[in-house]
């Protein structure tokens, strides 16, 4: 099972990422898929979920409206679109398989300067 994250990198707050996870070693569909960050100095928090079967997604209060999970059954990979930045965004984002063996990707840096 790999989980590999991309997309990460410095912005201005006020701007927008796209990140992407690309999978593999797992039937993909089976699964809901999540993102999570690591602010410095803090704990892993949750960040959105998106279903396996009819794509419902769900987000922390912090990033709703702001952040848009997506997935590409085809392509074996979910996506975190985020917009309207903001400092306090600054964190390691990881992929996550949820389930009895979870797995998680190594993740990506955003940077949001002020």
């Known amino acids: 099972v790999q989980l590999v994250e991309s997309g990460g990198g410095l912005v201005q707050a006020g701007g927008s990422l796209k990140l992407s996870c690309v999978t593999s070693?797992?039937?993909?569909?089976?699964?809901?898929m999540s993102w999570w960050r690591q602010r410095p100095g803090k704990d892993r928090e949750y960040v959105a979920t998106?279903?396996?079967?009819?794509?419902?997604?769900y987000y922390t209060r912090a990033v709703q409206g702001r952040f848009t999970i997506s997935r590409d059954n085809a392509q074996n990979a979910i996506y975190l679109d985020m917009n309207r930045l903001k400092p306090e965004d600054t964190a390691v984002y990881f992929c996550?398989?949820?389930?009895?063996?979870?797995?998680w990707g190594q993740g990506t840096q955003v940077t949001v300067s002020s």
């Open positions: 070693g797992f039937e993909f569909r089976d699964y809901g």
């Open positions: 996550h398989r949820p389930g009895p063996e979870p797995a």
């Open positions: 998106i279903t396996r079967s009819n794509g419902h997604t």
